[in-house]
């Protein structure tokens, strides 16, 4: 299975970064992880909170929270910080980081926090104005955000139920580099809108569930050069690269790809509108999913929404060869594509397609 690396220069990744307004408050200056090439902690920021300073062990046996929250504390005394993980594997219970206050590991592959008593209760609930990078989370559930500006950056997700648990209203959530793999859900932003997220570079691997579901009247959020390949969801519920539904508007998904998606690579309905920007969508709609439909893409219960400069390549044995499912309203939405290619693919009626080409 491929690895998600960034082989740029630290400066040229950085550049990156705060071209996408990422705000790092009172996180490391030069807050990156070294699977993507940083130097050493000399790179970070003060004032710098070592957890292992604080009797944190990192062994994968000894809990290691009352060492942590020590560290956190230390950290809120002084105004802000950052607590550091080295190497190391760290066994936790739920970890509450107070505003401004980031969070900095190692390498995603290099420092792990490990939650493993089974309760759904995120691994790191953060309050806001801060960033948490270069670690990797094994949970149920990774992080609840529960403030506004939060950046997650170049971190590994490795959680049964849910990666991302966004049940409150998160203004300027950013996701930048990071990997959601072998998990339930990726990200699920239910219950509460969510305005201004933002989840680019990221990849989203061997999910059960949905990559990212937005099951929200939230606004503005853009998904873009994500990768989704392979879903394998059990569920006729679940199953799509993406989900929208409950009114979501301004929900765009740029330069990404959609793979062996098991229900739909994009999933939209309930009155959500969503456009689709030079994306390639193959091998999705399988024949083992229990759900219907099965397609690249499916436009649902009165939503809208529009594709531009898209590729939908040919299925190979087992995939639906459906790009585009949509029925008549109410049932249906309405869906318009401009200047995208179809590879052996057809498109239910009702699909207005404008300079677009079908090849055999």
């Given at each position: 299975m491929m690895r998600w690396k960034i082989a740029l220069p630290l400066v040229a990744v950085l550049t990156a970064a705060l071209a996408v307004g990422l705000i790092w408050n009172k996180a490391p200056e030069k807050a990156w992880s070294s699977d993507t090439g940083a130097g050493s902690v000399q790179d970070f920021a003060i004032p710098m909170f070592k957890v292992k300073d604080y009797g944190a062990v990192g062994n994968g046996v000894t809990n290691d929270t009352e060492s942590i929250a020590k560290a956190v504390k230390a950290a809120q005394d002084s105004g802000g910080g950052t607590v550091y993980f080295d190497r190391g594997t760290y066994l936790i219970n739920s970890i509450h980081v107070p505003e401004n206050i980031s969070i900095l590991g190692a390498g995603r592959?290099?420092?792990?926090?490990?939650?493993?008593?089974?309760?759904?209760?995120?691994?790191?609930?953060?309050?806001?104005?801060?960033s948490v990078q270069g670690i990797g989370i094994k949970a149920r559930i990774g992080i609840?955000?529960?403030?506004?500006?939060?950046?997650?950056?170049?971190v590994r997700f490795e959680c049964s139920v849910q990666g991302i648990q966004n049940a409150v209203t998160v203004n300027r959530l950013t996701v930048f580099n990071s990997l959601f793999e072998n998990s339930g859900y990726g990200i699920l932003s239910n219950i509460n809108p969510s305005y201004e997220v933002k989840i680019l570079n990221t990849r989203f691997v061997n999910i059960k569930g949905d990559g990212i579901e937005i099951n929200a009247p939230s606004r503005d959020w853009v998904i873009e050069n994500c990768v989704f390949d392979t879903n394998t969801s059990p569920s006729r519920w679940a199953g799509?690269?993406?989900?929208?539904?409950?009114?979501?508007?301004?929900?765009?998904?740029?330069?990404?790809?959609?793979?062996?998606?098991?229900?739909?690579?994009?999933?939209?309905?309930?009155?959500?509108?969503?456009?689709?920007?030079?994306?390639?969508?193959?091998?999705?709609?399988?024949?083992?999913?229990?759900?219907?439909?099965?397609?690249?893409?499916?436009v649902l219960s009165n939503a809208k929404v529009k594709v531009y400069n898209s590729k939908f390549m040919a299925s190979t044995v087992g995939y639906s060869k459906v790009a585009i499912y949509n029925t008549d309203l109410p049932?249906?939405?309405?869906?318009?594509?401009?200047?995208?290619?179809?590879?052996?693919?057809?498109?239910?009626?009702?699909?207005?397609?404008?300079?677009?080409?079908f090849l055999p």
């Open positions: 592959s290099d420092a792990t926090l490990i939650r493993n008593d089974n309760k759904d209760e995120a691994a790191l609930r953060l309050l806001g104005k801060q609840m955000p529960n403030g506004d500006d939060i950046n997650i950056i170049d799509f690269g993406v989900g929208v539904a409950l009114s979501a508007k301004d929900i765009v998904i740029k330069n990404s790809s959609f793979i062996h998606i098991r229900g739909q690579g994009v999933h939209v309905e309930d009155y959500a509108e969503v456009t689709i920007v030079n994306s390639i969508f193959k091998n999705n709609g399988s024949a083992n999913y229990t759900g219907d439909p099965k397609a690249d893409i499916a049932v249906g939405g309405t869906i318009t594509v401009y200047n995208s290619t179809f590879q052996s693919k057809t498109v239910n009626k009702q699909v207005t397609t404008v300079n677009s080409i």
